[in-house]
């Protein structure tokens, strides 16, 4: 079964480092996301990407994230300078369409990247 | 605010019952809805979407919408304790994005 593959699966940085999280969507789809999911709390949506562009952003997803798309297979989410807060589960999702298009538009998501800053 | 309203549970069903877990969402324009399920300290695996008014069945699960309540089910029949995970309401409207509930623990005693 296709996968979405992250990298690192878990990562440590101090505050104020830079960190880029990986992702290898699945290959046929068309859509990228982030979401991150502080230990203990909801799923939440950073950020949704599409034909080489931000389609959608959240009120978190501030000056200090970026995403790319540097070749056909990966999506990179960068943290310029982390902070403490940032600690989370970071994960990536892809799907094969959205809303009002045919096809599937449930997320198959990454086994995630587990950022602690210190 | 757009919000998806989910119980925290957790719900403790036997071996073998129905488990029914629910969930509200508050933006009338909300168009798709999903239901994930979460083991610890895994990632949301999709079990069920429903686009329609009314029941769809896949296998032992069940999911239920009702858009005039703004309401949203999930059944699993003969539920079994390797089903025990967070199960995640997810809506999405006109937009890019899928909001997420924060989940129903489900525990299924054997």
């Known amino acids: 079964e296709p996968e979405v593959t992250q990298t690192p699966s878990h990562q440590v940085t101090q505050m104020g480092q830079e960190v880029i999280l990986r992702c290898v969507p699945i290959s046929n789809h068309l859509y990228f996301y982030w979401y991150r999911q502080i230990l203990g709390q909801k799923v939440e949506f950073l950020v949704s990407f599409y034909n080489n562009e931000i389609s959608e952003k959240s009120e978190i997803f501030d000056d200090q994230f970026s995403v790319e798309r540097p070749d056909g297979s990966n999506f990179t989410l960068k943290i310029r300078s982390t902070k403490l807060e940032d600690s989370a589960m970071y994960f990536c999702a892809s799907s094969e369409a959205t809303w009002g298009q045919g096809g599937s538009y449930g997320y198959t998501f990454g086994s995630g990247t587990r950022l602690t800053v210190v | 605010q757009k919000e998806v309203e989910q119980n925290s549970g957790p719900l403790s069903v036997p071996e073998g019952a129905i488990a029914s877990l629910n969930c509200t969402y508050s933006d009338r324009v909300s168009q798709s809805f999903f239901w994930y399920r979460q083991y610890s300290g895994k990632s949301p695996e999709l079990i069920m979407s429903?686009?329609?008014?009314g029941d769809k069945e896949d296998g032992r699960f069940t999911a239920q919408l009702n858009k005039a309540s703004q309401y949203v089910s999930l059944l699993i029949r003969d539920s079994q304790p390797s089903d025990s995970a967070t199960y995640l309401c997810a809506v999405t409207g006109g937009g890019f994005k899928t909001i997420f509930g924060a989940g129903t623990r489900l525990f299924v005693k054997a």
């Open positions: 429903i686009y329609s008014n």
